[in-house]
Structures are given as C-alpha cells and as structure tokens.
C-alpha cells in the first residue's frame, strides 16, 4: 500500500510530461497554422485599435490639413477597424456557413457600431468567426471553391489575414499621426 | 421504298443537327474549372502583393524616395528594400540557398547598397521573382517540407504566408505615405 502511494505520484508526473512532449511535437495541422497566421494578425491590430484613445477614434488623416496631401474622403481609424471586422465576416463566413448580415454590406461595417467598446467587441467577434473559418480547414477541402465565389477555402482564409495586415498598416501610420508608437513595436 | 429509307435515315440526323445547334445557343452551365494547385494559390498570392509593391517602387517620385511620414519611421524606399529582403529571408530560408544579392546582415538593407530608384525598383522585382520560382520549383510537395525557422520547425506554406502577410503590411503603410504626397497609390487609382 505505502509502494503504490509512492508510486502514483510518479506515475501521474510521468504521464503529465508525455502528454506535454506529444503536444509540444504534434505536426501542425493545416488548421492549426491558418489559426496561427489568424491568431497573430487579431493580436496586432486588437492591440493597435485599443491604443487609439476613443476620442481619436475617428481620426483621419484629412483632419490635419496636411499641405498638398490627398487624404479627402480616406477611412477614419474607426473606419478601418469596421472595414476590417466587415471584410473578415465577408471572407470567412462562407467558409462556417454563417448567415452574412445584411448590414455588413458596403464594406465599412454596420452604422449602429459607433462607439469604441462596440468597434472592438465587432473586431473581435470577426476574429472569432476566423478562429472557427480555420477550423473546417482540410487537406482535402482547401482547394474547393466555397459559395458563389471561385475562390478556394484556403485562398479565403488566408486571404483575410492578408487584407487585415493591409488595414493595419494604415492602422499604425495613423496611430503615429497622433504621437503612439503601435503597441507591436514598443518592444523594438 | 428508296425514298422512305433515305427519309428514315435523313430523320434522325436532322434532329442530331436541330439539338446541336439548339445547344450551341443555349446558355450552359460551365462545367466547373478544375481544382488549381496550392502552389498555383501561393503563387498568385506571391504575385499579387508583390506586384503591387514594384507598382509603387516605379511609381513614387525619386525624389521623395527619403521620404517617411513621421520621424522613427522608415522612409519609403527602406519600406521597400525591408520587405523585399524580408521576402530573401524567407526565400532563403525554404529554398536552402542564398539566392539573391548581397544586402548585408538582417533585413533592413542600407540605402548606400541601393542608392536610385532603378536599384531599388530592380531588388523588388529581383526579390518578387526569385521567390516566384522558388515556389513553381518546389510545387505542392515543397509547401509541406519542414524548415528551421527560429527555433521552431515550419512548413514552408505557413513561411510564404508569412512573407506575404508582411509585405501587405508595408505595402499598408506605404498607401499613408502615398497619400501624403497628394498621390493616389496605382492600386487604387484602378477602383
């Protein structure tokens, strides 16, 4: 009796440490690596939308009147944001069979999504819907157009996340406009 | 009786010719087009950005090439020549060579190695179609290889990804650069 107490904490130490051995060398997945690239590009610009002080949120660059500049009528900071979140839903949705609503359309965003909090929760909530778009990724259905459109799943997927770094590039020179150094390079 | 036998046999091929011709001016439904490669996905990926990015390096004027939009940044043409030699790095790093030109440690390359625009526009190029045949070359069996990367082992399909999604953010910030020079980047100008 005192040998098998001896022994089961060890026993449990030992198959603790092999479960975390096998997860720490399983292969990714296919999934697995478009949730990666997906899980990256949320925390950049989760991260840079939430620098952005709210009363700054609808900050465009034609605001400052730069001489010779030709900022008319570009995306505000909070237009960008919306216009990502918007373009994930659109990119990703075909992909989990989610209804697209209906005022998503246009590109920017439903209106009735004005205030910071709202802008983010809308972010991230995009993002969310990625995580899940990621997950019926397979080797066997990446390539298969989905919807009306011809592109292929994994063309969307991934596709998104590109777009989303597009924005955030924008995203970092406005928060530079406004004197703050983009949450991702304060560590540089 | 000849006559009917001709008629029995003229019959049928009238309505051969009738259908072929009624089909030929219905609308059909495509057959659907076959399933194109990974490789042929990354690739127009690959392109595309990378397209985009030699469109603004023949397109912005030489002379604001030094430009940059807030001070801590980097100018327009060292936006370029990083996400060019970001682009070698990981070039590099799949294809096991060290194909390209020499631009020194890193992925920030000094300006003093590619002082005019042409040099600057060629390296983009150079770096968009180096990396272009890396991955025909490789086709779809390359994109599941496993390579070194940091610490950790990649697929070389997640580094391509990589490399794109990075220069889309470059190519993102060049857009605010454009504007502020009262120009509209060639991408947009198409819309």
Redesign the interface.
């Known amino acids: 009796m005192k040998r098998i107490r001896i022994w089961l904490p060890a026993v449990f130490i030992l198959i603790v440490a092999l479960t975390a051995v096998g997860q720490s060398t399983s292969?990714?997945t296919l999934a697995s690596?478009v949730d990666?690239?997906i899980s990256?590009?949320e925390k950049e610009i989760v991260d840079a939308a939430e620098a952005m002080p709210e009363d700054r949120f609808n900050f465009s660059?034609e605001c400052l009147n730069?001489p010779?500049?030709?900022?008319k009528g570009?995306r505000t900071f909070a237009q960008q944001v919306k216009h990502v979140a918007a373009s994930n839903y659109a990119l990703w949705s075909p992909l989990t069979g989610d209804n697209f609503p209906d005022d998503f359309m246009g590109g920017n965003g439903p209106e009735r999504v004005r205030t910071k909090a709202d802008i983010i929760k809308f972010l991230k909530d995009s993002f969310a819907l990625g995580h899940k778009a990621a997950a019926t990724l397979t080797t066997e259905n990446?390539?298969?157009?989905v919807g009306s459109s011809?592109s292929?799943r994994?063309?969307r997927a991934?596709?998104a996340?590109?777009?989303a770094?597009?924005?955030?590039?924008?995203?970092?020179?406005?928060l530079?406009?406004n004197g703050i150094?983009p949450p991702a390079s304060r560590a540089n | 009786m000849k006559r009917s036998s001709l008629a029995l046999l003229a019959l049928p091929l009238l309505a051969v010719v009738v259908a072929t011709l009624l089909s030929q001016t219905q609308p059909q439904n495509p057959a659907p087009l076959p399933a194109r490669s990974r490789a042929d996905e990354t690739l127009d990926r690959w392109n595309a950005i990378g397209n985009k990015l030699i469109a603004m390096a023949q397109d912005f004027p030489e002379d604001k090439y030094d430009y940059k939009l807030q001070k801590d940044e980097r100018t327009f043409a060292l936006n370029l020549l990083h996400a060019a030699a970001f682009e070698y790095v990981v070039i590099r790093a799949v294809s096991g060579s060290n194909v390209g030109p020499d631009f020194g440690p890193g992925d920030n390359p000094s300006r003093d190695l590619f002082k005019t625009r042409a040099d600057v526009v060629k390296f983009v190029q150079q770096a968009v179609a180096d990396g272009a045949d890396v991955i025909k070359q490789h086709g779809d069996a390359g994109l599941d290889r496993t390579i070194p990367w940091g610490k950790t082992m990649h697929h070389s399909s997640d580094l391509w990804v990589f490399a794109i999604e990075h220069s889309a953010e470059h190519y993102g910030q060049l857009v605010v650069y454009y504007r502020a020079n009262n120009m509209v980047p060639p991408d947009s100008r198409r819309q």
């Open positions: 292969a990714p690596t990666h690239e990256t590009i660059p730069l010779g500049n030709s900022y570009v990446m390539l298969q157009p011809k292929p994994l063309h991934t596709f996340v590109a777009h770094f597009d924005h955030y590039g924008q995203m970092v020179e406005y530079r406009m150094v």
